[in-house]
């Protein structure tokens, strides 16, 4: 996951919880607010009641108290009980006088609500009313319990007052009002999400720049990044590589001159004992012994000029590779690098590449590489040595094997270190430096590639190379 992504779903996760916190904070306001002012509305209409009702015994007459008091919106129910000590069950089988207007239906409380309300005086509730034709609706029930003023018998009786409002202009309220916090939510977490990873990726726009540039810097061998138009954060990290990289490069020169200087210094004196090696050997009378003494200074001198031959190779890689990155045929490259092994070899060398197979890389280079991992295949006392070519997605990988002795496990992880030799004491007698892999794998990982090796004790070695594919040029351009 890339950091645009993991930053816009970091946005969005607070964003979300934001608006969670946002829209169940209004919610509850607001539901809070509904319920309060609904209660304030049945506890004045209570109070109404009470007031009329009191009046309407004072004159003997009951009749049409709840008309008279409640508006249109609000439910009521007024039950005479002639107990003086009543139960629950008193209040469907022990109402001596009923006054309601509830759709000529009873507001019916749970038992647990009318023992609430005998042992506190008053209640809270929620009930149900049947309709006809729709389904039942759901009411906010208040009601309180108190001493009738006189009774018809002169019994001591209690009155019940139940006042009531439907739920539904409430919970359709508290409904909208989900659906629009919800609708809300979406459009803000799109747009938000949407505008987040737009402006996070034209912010890392030049991040991206820089890296790409800096990536052709390791690959062509340029020395400075572009510098941004702009006077943020990006240019100034853009400033600060540059001044580095002109440093390394000053560094780098310095080390390319003094190599260059030793190196003329040491071939020198090395290419003129080599000649005074062979005038001996080819004009002078000498002994065996003299003979084998010149042949080893011969060997030795040829050897430290390819060590030096070496060393150069891998301070260029340091200081960065000089290539011409152009598309490749690796099937004209394999069989010219096998056809100029073969008169030496006396084993066998097979090609297997089809033709037409392109990668992105620098012939000179490309030959170096696989010209070396076929040398020490021929050190390594090997009789046959295949060359393949395989075209997974998007790579081609080139597989040098051979049918030598095979390298143990332990050796694997260490194969590309400098100066690294499986077989010190064979390395030498073949004029081996340890240097050939770690040249191979620095030219490969400098072109895009990468290297790697598989082998097994008595059955061979095969090192793999795997390269950028690359379409075919045009005809004129090959």
């Not at 209640?123 to 729709?134: C, P």
């Not at 319990?145 to 309220?173: G, H």
């Amino acid at each position: 996951m890339n950091l645009r992504t993991r930053i816009t779903l970091l946005t969005l996760l607070v964003l979300s919880l934001s608006l969670l916190v946002i829209g169940a904070s209004v919610y509850a306001l607001l539901q809070r607010y509904l319920y309060q002012n609904l209660r304030a509305e049945l506890r004045d209409a209570m109070a109404q009641i009470i007031q009329q009702y009191e009046t309407e015994f004072g004159i003997g007459s009951r009749s049409g108290v709840l008309d008279k008091v409640l508006p249109p919106s609000v439910y009521g129910e007024i039950d005479l009980l002639i107990p003086s000590n009543p139960t629950p069950d008193s209040f469907a089988s022990e109402v001596i006088a009923r006054t309601s207007r509830t759709l000529g239906q009873r507001l019916l409380l749970s038992p647990g609500d009318y023992a609430r309300l005998l042992q506190d005086g008053d209640v809270w509730a929620v009930t149900q009313l049947a309709q006809a034709d729709r389904p039942p609706f759901r009411l906010l029930v208040y009601g309180m319990l108190i001493k009738a003023p006189t009774t018809p018998l002169n019994l001591e009786t209690w009155v019940a007052i139940l006042v009531a409002k439907p739920l539904r202009p409430l919970e359709s309220t508290l409904a909208e009002l989900s659906r629009i916090l919800l609708l809300t939510s979406i459009l803000v977490l799109t747009l938000g999400g949407a505008l987040t990873y737009l402006l996070v990726a034209r912010t890392l726009e030049p991040l991206e720049d820089i890296a790409q540039k800096a990536e052709e810097v390791s690959i062509q061998g340029r020395t400075r990044l572009p510098d941004p138009q702009t006077r943020d954060e990006v240019s100034a990290l853009a400033r600060a590589l540059n001044r580095m990289l002109e440093r390394l490069e000053h560094a780098f020169q310095t080390q390319s001159r003094f190599l260059a200087d030793a190196s003329h210094e040491l071939r020198t004196p090395i290419t003129a004992i080599l000649g005074h090696v062979g005038y001996l050997l080819r004009r002078t009378p000498v002994n065996e012994v003299q003979r084998e003494s010149l042949e080893t200074i011969r060997r030795e001198g040829e050897r430290m000029t390819k060590l030096v031959t070496d060393l150069l190779d891998l301070a260029s890689s340091e200081g960065g590779w000089r290539f011409e990155v152009r598309p490749i045929e690796l099937s004209s490259l394999l069989h010219e690098i096998a056809s100029e092994y073969a008169p030496t070899f006396e084993g066998e060398i097979v090609v297997e590449a089809p033709d037409e197979v392109w990668a992105l890389g620098d012939d000179e280079r490309l030959h170096q590489v696989f010209a070396n991992l076929i040398s020490n295949a021929i050190k390594a006392g090997s009789s046959k040595i295949e060359l393949r070519v395989r075209r997974p997605a998007g790579r081609v990988i080139v597989q040098v094997s051979d049918n030598g002795p095979g390298i143990p496990p332990e050796h694997h992880p260490h194969l590309f270190e400098r100066f690294y030799r499986v077989d010190k004491a064979r390395d030498r007698a073949a004029g081996g430096s340890g240097l050939g892999l770690a040249i191979v794998k620095a030219i490969v990982e400098a072109l895009g590639g990468e290297v790697w090796v598989e082998s097994e004790v008595g059955r061979g070695t095969t090192f793999n190379v795997s390269l950028k594919h690359a379409a075919a040029p045009p005809p004129h351009q090959r």
